[in-house]
Nanobody, 124 residues
């Protein structure tokens, strides 16, 4: 069974840091592009970052320089390091996996399956 499990979400003060993990089971993460998305209450889910199977990385402009995506193939896990957090970063963070043609890193519909999400709350 192909599965993604996110963890690492928490309540943190503005300016703080978190590291989110996306652990895969049933498949090898390095063969897929992995995306991180977030959804704030009342808002649409948006792409935050993605790492392709070739190691290329992509970021939403408002998080570039603050967030870093990385992949540990030995642990079959993708991480998202969140630094200098702001209240507007609050939301449920999801990871998703996909492969094949037509990769558009921030396009929700391109990804094949999703994790259940982890809550990030940044207080001001």
């Amino acid at each position: 069974q192909l599965q993604l499990v996110e963890s690492g979400g928490d309540l943190v003060q503005s300016g703080g840091s978190l590291r989110l993990s996306c652990a895969a089971s049933g498949f090898s993460l390095e063969e897929y592009a992995i995306g991180w998305f977030r959804q704030a209450p009342g808002k649409r889910r948006e792409g935050v970052s993605s790492i392709n199977s070739d190691g290329s990385t992509y970021y939403l402009d408002v998080v570039e320089g603050r967030f870093t995506i990385s992949r540990d193939n030995a642990k079959n896990t993708v991480y998202l390091q969140l630094n200098s957090l702001k209240p507007e970063d609050t939301g449920v963070y999801y990871c998703a996996a996909g492969r094949g043609s037509g990769y558009v890193w921030h396009l929700l519909q391109w990804y094949d399956f999703w994790g259940q999400g982890t809550q990030v709350t940044v207080s001001s």
